[in-house]
DNA sequence: CTAATAGTGTCTCTGAGACACTATCTA
DNA sequence: TAGATAGTGTCTCAGAGACACTATTAG
């Protein structure tokens, strides 16, 4: 039988949208190495549980959040990734709406916060490279399913919508034109409510028709 | 610090096309656990290397290849997925030509051979799961890359192009719509070259234009 | 000249994108 | 009634799919 040595956690790339700009959850180190630099929320994985059981059970320890959407991304193992030894790690990408995380006190040991991905400071490890790759699956998701869905709240208008397309892809969409693709894709359904107090007219709200991830050509 | 008693593996998905059928390469298992049974090529991942490299070093002791394009799939972790201790294992999708995989001599301990997919028996562990998944994955980069090359030798005929999609996508394609659309795609450029011996009109030989993995939408 | 596969063009329909005005609410 | 966002329709162009015949070779 053969030994090995190497050590399985997961990473996680937690996304939300926070003021219009799409976001990624990071704490900042406090040993070496890369200390103080900001990193992406990981932990080991445990003999009794799945990788995504470990990416779940790491999720919660940062954050208190439901309706969380997870998806694992790639496996990272380049033999020097972590300096300390060796070590492979899954990746998986969290979705949650804002309403639906809230980040743990910051404990010093961790300092978790949300960072816009356009303002990314350096990483630590190969995390910038599990970041991009993130960023690319998530935008690519977009474009053929109704992932949208888990990154907004249950009920939302239109606009919010849009909006979720456009920061994700980085990229002002025509209004009549989204409007339209999305109604023809039957996805969402009207709830029949407002969103009122706002000094101008209410928009309606819309609630996604399968709660599930689906495949949608889509855009 | 914590200790894992986890096994890293890897498992290898390898296609090509053979009669004009998608085939994966299987082994038959000599010992228990599902002995007897037909299984993919799997590796341990030793401490000094990667999963990639794992999984080529893999696909080098079962057969004779060259010019391999090789992707990593999805890391598998039931808990129960072997029976006899907690094991991951990574699958990786290889894609050969015909011509530049000759698999190595059927020592009785592994008798590898290829498979057509559509005639595929009972599979041990969750290889089933895994055969499943890569299909699916091939189908969908057969629609967004020209990752087509990689099963095709060198030069080729528009018919054997329009074969693996045929194959891969296991639906018949209109030949006119077929080349009025990789036509425009410009991935593939004429060699010159006519496929000569046969008893009916030569068929034009063609290359790809990028040699590497390229997005492009396609169908 | 027969058998067998290679290779080509047109029409219709649908989806994508460009584009500007009216509707509805609060204060 | 001013300010602010919600919500809607038409035209043009490009790509997708349906469809049938001619071209070229070996024997």
Redesign the pocket.
């Known amino acids: 039988m053969i030994t090995q040595d190497i050590f399985v956690t997961v990473d996680n790339v937690i996304f939300t949208i926070i003021n219009d700009k799409l976001q990624i959850l990071f704490i900042k180190r406090w040993i070496e190495p890369y200390k103080e630099m900001r990193a992406l929320p990981w932990g080991f994985v445990l003999e009794e549980e799945t990788l995504e059981e470990a990416a779940y059970r790491e999720l919660e320890e940062e954050t208190s959040v439901k309706n969380v959407y997870l998806e694992q991304l790639y496996s990272f193992s380049d033999i020097k990734r972590d300096p300390r030894g060796r070590n492979i790690s899954v990746a998986y990408i969290a979705l949650v709406a804002r309403e639906h995380i809230f980040v743990k006190g910051g404990s010093d040991a961790s300092e978790a916060k949300f960072i816009p991905v356009d303002k990314l400071p350096k990483l630590a490890f190969d995390h910038r490279k599990i970041v991009d790759y993130a960023i690319k699956r998530l935008k690519r998701k977009l474009e053929y399913t109704n992932i949208a869905q888990y990154i907004l709240p249950t009920k939302f208008?239109?606009?919010q919508l849009q909006n979720v397309y456009e920061v994700v892809l980085n990229q002002k969409l025509?209004?009549?034109?989204f409007?339209?693709?999305i109604d023809?894709l039957w996805i969402i359904k009207a709830t029949g409510e407002?969103e009122?107090?706002?000094?101008?007219?209410?928009?309606?709200l819309f609630q996604f028709v399968n709660k599930d991830l689906e495949i949608v050509?889509i855009?």
């Not at 025509?174 to 034109?177: E, F, P, Q």
């Not at 009122?196 to 309606?204: D, H, I, S, T």
């Open positions: 208008t239109f606009t025509d209004v009549r034109n409007r339209k693709k023809k407002k009122m107090g706002n000094q101008y007219r209410p928009a309606k050509e855009l």
